[in-house]
């Protein structure tokens, strides 16, 4: 999972297209939480949901929808009376789904490290800590597709080519097949990333009593995601076999752990 060493990209046998059988070739759906203002948004977080075969959460989600007369996007940020009973649902499908995984990272956008290195843009940490993120992903028989939320970024950042580029240069294979930005309303599974990643952000600002009000809604999410999870809050470093959920400590450097 992301953040902790990778051992799986060590010299191994050189695999070539005739062993497509043992070579995965996994999806990445990544999203990021907290581009708007230092004032309401303080914690930054890039999340990724990591899964071989898409298509058996997707069907669930689906037949979710369908049951339920849902169309509406899965959003932390809209979740209220009307959505929560069927955004429930599919995040119990989530965690009744064979190998799917998620890792995050969240830093204080006021913390020095973020001023320092990133020059307080968001938009150069959503690169650098994606990079991070799929290094810390990456097996030595995979493949990552990379599908992203569409951020809208300066014209500058040519994070599609720049992610692809750093990865494949940096373990001299073809270690991510592509990189794709969506619109996170066409995909149900970035989707699911903004659920989680909106979580953790809201709990941070609950832990801070930044948001004195909170949502019922959004609360009830968040203890259900808690419960599966089996943790008393979202606010500290949390690994287990599927998830891996870190946050930046004060004057740490960000390194694939």
Not at 24 to 53: A, R
Not at 81 to 99: D, G, M, N, R, Y
Request: net charge positive.
């Amino acid at each position: 999972m992301g953040f902790i060493k990778n051992i799986f990209n060590k010299d191994f046998e050189k695999l070539t297209l005739a062993d497509y059988k043992k070579i995965w070739t996994p999806f990445c759906f990544l999203d990021e939480s907290g581009t708007l203002s230092v004032q309401s948004q303080p914690y930054f977080t890039v999340g990724m949901i990591k899964c071989s075969q898409p298509y058996f959460l997707q069907q669930k989600i689906r037949y979710i929808r369908e049951k339920n007369k849902f169309w509406w996007e899965l959003k932390f940020n809209n979740l209220n009376q009307i959505k929560i009973k069927t955004v429930l649902e599919v995040l119990e499908a989530f965690f009744q789904t064979h190998s799917i995984g998620f890792s995050s990272y969240t830093i204080d956008k006021r913390s020095q490290y973020f001023i320092t290195e990133f020059n307080s843009d968001p938009f150069i940490a959503y690169e650098q800590i994606t990079k991070h993120l799929l290094e810390g992903n990456l097996r030595r028989n995979e493949i990552l597709i990379v599908l992203a939320d569409n951020v809208v970024t300066p014209k500058r950042n040519a994070f599609e080519v720049n992610i692809k580029n750093h990865l494949n240069n940096k373990f001299r294979r073809l270690a991510i097949g592509g990189v794709c930005r969506l619109d996170s309303k066409t995909n149900d599974l970035l989707q699911m990333t903004d659920l989680m990643i909106g979580s953790i952000n809201y709990e941070l600002l609950l832990k801070e009593t930044i948001i004195s009000q909170p949502s019922k809604h959004k609360k009830q999410f968040i203890d259900s995601l808690k419960n599966n999870l089996g943790v008393s809050d979202l606010t500290n470093d949390f690994r287990n076999y599927n998830f891996n959920i870190h946050f930046h400590q004060k004057d740490e450097k960000i390194t694939t752990k």
